[in-house]
C-alpha cells in the first residue's frame, strides 16, 4: 500500500484536477453538463480505489491534513466578494433576485427534510440534499459534510457528491427549456441588440468582476516584481482574513452554536472587504483573490473526491432520489411561475429563470450556460447577465450558508 504525506497528497490532488481538464476536454458530454473538472477527475480516483477495495485490496492512504485549509481559503475568497455597495450598485433587481434564491433555499431545506420524514429517513438527510448541495453545489456539501456526519448522516461526503452531481446535471437539462418556455408562450423578445452586451461565453466570476475596480498596483520597489508583490498581499489578505475568521469561530463556539470552520473566515473578509470599500485603507486585490479561491476550491475538491468512501451510501440511493426528485421539481415550479413574473415579465426575466434553475440546482457555470444557449438563439439580455452571476456566483454563498448553520443546529 501506498502511503502519501500531505505534499503528496496535494501533488496526487494536482495531478488529478489536470487529468480532469485532459478528460473533461476529450468528453463533450462532460463539458456540455458542466460536470467540473476536479470532480471528473476525483471521482474517477474514487470508484478506482473502491472497485480495489471490493477487492480486497487497499492501494493508497492519502494524508487530508491540507483540505479543511484550502476549503476555508475559497470561502475566505467568497467573502471578500459579499460588498454592500456591490449591491447596491446592482439596483433593486439584485435584492429581488438574491431575496427569491434565498427563500427558495430555505424552501429547499424544508422539502428535503419533510420527504426525508416521510421516508422514514433522518431529515438532515434531506437538508443535506436541499440547499446545501443544490444551492451551494458539491464545495458547499463537502464543506458541511463532517458536521452532517457528526449529526448521524452516514457517509455524508458521498451522499453530498452524489446530490451535487444529480443537481448539476438536472440543472443542466432543464433550465434551457424553462426559458424558451416562457419566451416562446409569452412571446418575449430582447428590448434591443445591444453591442456591448456580456459575452455568453464569459465564466461568471469574469463578468461579476467586470464591474470591480481594477487590482492596484503596488508602488515599485527597487530589485522587487510587482506581480510578486501583488499576489504576496492577496495571499496575506487571504491569510489575515481566515485567522480572524478563526477567532470569530471561538466566539460562535462558545455561545454554542455549531458552525462550519469556514463562516468565521468569510465574515472577517466580508467586514474587510466593506471597510476597503469605505476607507480605501487596504485597496484589496479582487482579481486576484478571486483566483486564489478558485485555485483553492479546485485542489479541495479534487482531494475531497478521490478520498470518497463510496460504498456507504449504496442503502441511501433510493430515498436520495425520492427528495431530489421533489427538489427539482420545487425549483422548475418557481423558475417557471414566479422568477419572471418577479424580474419584470420580460425577455431579460426569461433568460434570469432559466439561470435561476442553473444555480439553484447546479452552479453557476450551468446558469451562464443555460443562458448562453437562449441568448444565442433569441438575442442578448444585459440585465441578466449582470443580475444572475453577482448573485449566483457570490451572494448566495454567503446567505446559503448562514440558512444551512440555522437547519443543522434546528436538527442536530
Not at 508583490?229 to 471561538?250: E, N, R, T, Y
Not at 463556539?253 to 466593506?274: E, F, Q, S, V
Not at 425549483?331 to 425577455?347: F, I, K, P, T
Not at 442553473?358 to 439580455?381: Q, S
Amino acid at each position: 500500500m501506498i502511503e502519501l504525506d500531505l505534499v503528496g497528497t496535494l501533488a496526487a490532488a494536482g495531478l488529478v484536477l489536470f487529468a480532469g481538464y485532459a478528460i473533461q476536454r476529450r468528453v463533450p458530454l462532460l463539458s456540455r453538463h458542466n460536470i467540473p473538472a476536479p470532480v471528473v477527475g476525483g471521482l474517477i480516483v474514487a470508484l478506482a480505489i473502491t472497485a480495489l477495495r471490493a477487492a480486497g485490496r487497499e492501494a493508497v492512504r492519502f494524508d487530508t491534513t491540507l483540505q479543511p485549509p484550502l476549503m476555508i481559503a475559497f470561502f475566505t475568497s467568497i467573502g471578500f466578494g459579499a460588498s454592500v455597495p456591490f449591491l447596491r450598485a446592482g439596483g433593486p433587481a439584485v435584492a429581488v433576485f438574491l431575496g427569491l434564491a434565498t427563500a427558495v433555499a430555505v424552501l429547499q431545506n424544508l422539502m428535503g427534510a419533510g420527504v426525508a420524514a416521510a421516508i422514514g429517513v433522518p431529515p438532515l438527510l434531506g437538508v443535506l440534499a436541499g440547499s446545501v448541495t443544490l444551492t451551494g453545489g458539491p464545495a458547499t456539501g463537502l464543506a458541511f459534510a463532517p458536521l452532517f456526519e457528526q449529526a448521524g448522516v452516514t457517509g455524508a461526503a458521498s451522499l453530498a457528491v452524489a446530490s451535487g452531481m444529480v443537481g448539476i446535471v438536472c440543472g443542466g437539462i432543464i433550465g434551457g427549456p424553462i426559458g424558451t418556455r416562457l419566451i416562446e408562450r409569452y412571446r418575449m423578445r430582447p428590448a434591443s441588440r445591444l453591442s456591448g452586451e456580456a459575452h455568453p461565453r464569459e465564466s461568471a466570476s469574469d463578468l461579476v468582476l467586470s464591474h470591480e475596480p481594477a487590482d492596484p498596483v503596488p508602488p515599485a520597489v527597487a530589485g522587487e516584481d510587482p506581480g510578486a508583490q501583488a499576489l504576496l498581499k492577496g495571499v496575506v489578505c487571504l491569510l489575515a482574513a481566515m485567522a480572524l475568521g478563526a477567532w470569530i469561530g471561538k466566539g460562535f463556539a462558545a455561545l454554542g452554536l455549531t458552525l462550519p470552520a469556514y463562516i468565521g473566515a468569510m465574515l472577517a473578509a466580508a467586514a474587510l472587504r466593506n471597510l476597503d470599500d469605505v476607507t480605501g485603507w487596504i485597496r484589496l486585490p479582487h482579481r486576484l483573490l478571486d483566483d486564489l479561491g478558485n485555485a483553492a476550491l479546485a485542489l479541495f475538491i479534487a482531494m475531497a473526491l478521490m478520498t470518497l468512501k463510496l460504498w456507504e451510501i449504496a442503502n441511501l440511493a433510493l430515498p436520495l432520489a425520492v427528495i431530489l426528485a421533489a427538489q427539482v421539481t420545487l425549483v422548475a415550479v418557481v423558475a417557471y411561475l414566479l422568477v419572471a413574473r418577479l424580474m419584470g415579465r420580460d425577455y431579460d426575466a426569461a433568460v434570469m429563470a432559466s439561470g435561476f434553475v442553473g444555480f439553484m440546482l447546479g452552479t453557476t457555470a450551468n446558469a451562464m450556460a443555460n443562458m448562453g444557449a437562449l441568448t444565442e438563439r433569441y438575442g442578448p439580455a444585459p440585465r441578466a447577465y449582470l443580475v444572475v452571476p453577482m448573485v449566483g456566483a457570490f451572494f448566495i454563498d454567503f446567505t446559503n450558508a448562514l440558512i444551512i448553520v440555522a437547519f443543522v443546529n434546528l436538527w442536530k
